[in-house]
């Protein structure tokens, strides 16, 4: 019997192998981008409604919100869901919501907030007059007269839920 030479080299067992780990390792990474981008938007998001609140806080310390822009009329349905288990409502909030316009808190805090994510309709906005409506954009905070909830009307996904507000308890005062 003859017999083959020790050659060196690969087989194909090896290489498909090597291959199917590989892409068991790639799938994880895939995966993970997706959550990376989802984190990246709910952060920004966060980081909007900080910004929004601080600087509301300090615009109108002792003063009402309600001329922090036109009444909110539009559709308030996703108030009546739950995020994260919990209620989106605040129990304290009252009926009136108030759409927030940059130009008017950039006026109370004299100065310029940062930038906002999201929002388009809140720097756009520049006037107080009457209501404003989802049907114009529904890339709006509001601002909850009572409780000074702030919610995003869009929402953001992250981990397969929507957000509307920071995740907060609140206790019924």
């Given at each position: 019997m003859q017999r083959l030479k020790n050659e060196k080299g690969i087989t194909l067992i090896a290489l498909s192998i090597?291959?199917?780990?590989?892409?068991?390792?790639?799938?994880?990474v895939v995966v993970n981008m997706t959550n990376i981008h989802q984190f990246e938007k709910y952060t920004k998001f966060k980081d909007d409604i900080d910004n929004l609140r601080e600087s509301i806080?300090?615009?109108?310390?002792?003063?009402?919100?309600?001329?922090?822009?036109?009444?909110?009329?539009?559709?308030?349905e996703f108030l009546k869901g739950t995020q994260n288990e919990k209620q989106i409502k605040n129990v304290n909030d009252n009926e009136n919501y108030y759409v927030i316009s940059i130009e008017k808190v950039n006026k109370g805090i004299h100065a310029d907030m940062p930038?906002?994510?999201?929002?388009?309709?809140?720097?756009?906005?520049?006037?107080?007059?009457?209501?404003?409506?989802?049907?114009?954009?529904?890339?709006?905070?509001?601002?909850?007269?009572?409780?000074?909830?702030?919610?995003?009307?869009?929402?953001?996904?992250?981990?397969?839920?929507?957000?509307?507000?920071?995740?907060?308890d609140f206790s019924d005062v």
């Open positions: 090597t291959v199917f780990v590989l892409s068991l390792i790639s799938v994880p806080s300090i615009a109108y310390h002792n003063k009402e919100v309600t001329d922090i822009g036109p009444k909110y009329d539009g559709n308030k930038e906002l994510n999201f929002g388009t309709g809140n720097q756009s906005l520049n006037s107080n007059t009457g209501t404003y409506s989802s049907e114009e954009t529904d890339d709006v905070y509001i601002i909850n007269e009572q409780s000074r909830t702030i919610y995003y009307v869009k929402g953001v996904n992250y981990n397969g839920e929507k957000y509307y507000r920071l995740n907060e």
